[in-house]
C-alpha cells in the first residue's frame, strides 16, 4: 500500500463551557485533520490542535511543514515501511511537534488497516475499555464547584482541576472543591505551569496541612525550570508529574536522571506522535515511573490514537486524561473510538475505526 497524495481539513467542535488554563481561554475544539491518500484507495486519518503556548503549532505552520517539507519525502513509499516512515517524519524537520504528530497518527492507522487489525492490538493488544477523568477549568469559585458537581453527576471518578492564576485563590479554590467532593472522586491538580518553585511548596504543605489528599501535582512551574521541579519534589509528598517540561524521549530521561519528577504525562502533540511516545512508555517503565496519556484540548481522531496506545501499553501507562472529545458539545467522528463521559471504548474496526468524519472543511494552501 503507497502513499499517493495527502490532503487536509478542518474541523470545529463547540465545547460546552470555555476551556480555560493558566495559559489560555478557549470555546472550541479547532482541529487541522491530515488525510493520507493511497494507491489501495484506503484513507489513512491524523489531526492535531493548534497549541501554540505550549508547542509552538499554528494550524498554518502544520499545513506547511507537511505539505511541503515532510509529505514530499514520503510520498511514494510503502507503509510496510513504517519504521522508516517514522524516522523520516521525526528527522526532516526539527520542533514541529503536533504537524509531526498528525501525520504519524495518520501514518498508524493506514499500517493498521492494511493488516486488517485495530490499532491497539498491532501495538500489542489490550483492553477496550478505558475510564478517563475530566478537566475542571480555572474559574470563580462557584463556577468550579458546579463543574465538579456535574462532573460527578456523569460519573466521573476523577477530576483534574486547573489552577494557577493566583496563589492564595489557587489554594481557597482546590480547599472548597476537596471539602464540597467530599471524597466522592480523586483530584488531581494542573497549574499549567502559573507557580514558582517556593509557592508550590507553600502551596502545597498548606493543603496538605489542611488534610486536603492529592492524587498529583502537574506542571507547577514554567516548562524549562527543571531545577524547579527538582526543587519541589524534594519537598512536598504530593507525586510531581511533568506535562510542558517533558516532550521528547530525551527530555523524559533528564527529568528522571534529575529525580525532577515522579509521573510523565505522554501527550502525541508533545512527544510528535506514536513512535516517540512509546520510546517515553517504555523508558519510563524501565526506571519505574509511572506515565499518563494526556491530550491537548483536541478532537476524538486523534485521541483516538492516544487511547490505542494506552490500551496497549498499560504496564507504564496507569493514568488517564483523554478528555477532550467529552469537553465538545457533539463528537463528528463515527465507526472510532466512542467517548462516552468518563468511559473511552475501543472498537474492532481497522486501524483507528473511522467510518465518516462529519463537518470537514477541506483546506487548501494559502489559506
Ligand atoms: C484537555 C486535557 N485534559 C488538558 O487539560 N490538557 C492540558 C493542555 C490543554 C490545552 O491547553 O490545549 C494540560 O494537560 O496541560
Ligand atoms: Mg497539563
Known sequence: MKI?????AKLEVPLKTPFKTAMRTVENITDLVVIVETDSGELGYG??????????????????????????????????D?????????????????????????????????????????LGGGDTHLRTDVTISVDHIDKMLDDA?????????ILKIKIGTNIEKDIARVNAIYKELDKRATIRLDV?????AKQTVYAIQKLEKMG???????????????EGLRYISQRIVTPVMADESAFS?????????????????????????????????????????????????EGSISVAAAAHLASAKTSSISLIDLDGPTLGQYDPVEGGVNFEHSHIELGQGPGLGIKTIKGLQELTWPF
Open 4 to 8: 499517493t497524495a495527502i490532503r487536509f
Open 47 to 80: 489531526a492535531a490542535p493548534a497549541t501554540p503556548v505550549i508547542t509552538g503549532d499554528t494550524h498554518g505552520s502544520m499545513f506547511y511543514v507537511i505539505d511541503k517539507v515532510i509529505g514530499p519525502q514520503i510520498l511514494g513509499r510503502d507503509i510496510e
Open 82 to 122: 513504517l519504521n522508516n516512515i517514522c524516522h523520516i517524519i521525526q528527522h526532516a524537520v526539527v520542533g514541529n511537534s503536533s504537524a509531526k504528530a498528525a501525520l504519524e497518527i495518520a501514518m498508524y492507522d493506514l499500517w493498521a488497516k492494511h493488516y486488517k487489525a485495530p490499532l491497539y492490538k498491532m
Open 149 to 157: 458537581t456535574l462532573a460527578l453527576s456523569r460519573g466521573f471518578e
Open 192 to 196: 499549567n505551569q502559573g507557580w514558582t
Open 212 to 226: 486536603v489528599e492529592l492524587e498529583l501535582i502537574e506542571q507547577p512551574v514554567k516548562s524549562n525550570d527543571i
Open 249 to 297: 524521549p530525551l527530555q523524559v530521561i533528564e527529568l528522571i536522571r534529575t529525580g525532577a519528577a515522579d509521573i510523565i504525562n505522554i501527550k502525541l502533540m508533545k512527544s510528535a506522535g506514536l513512535s516517540q511516545a512509546i520510546k517515553i512508555a517504555d523508558l519510563s517503565e524501565l526506571h519505574n515511573i509511572p506515565c499518563m496519556i494526556g491530550c491537548m484540548l
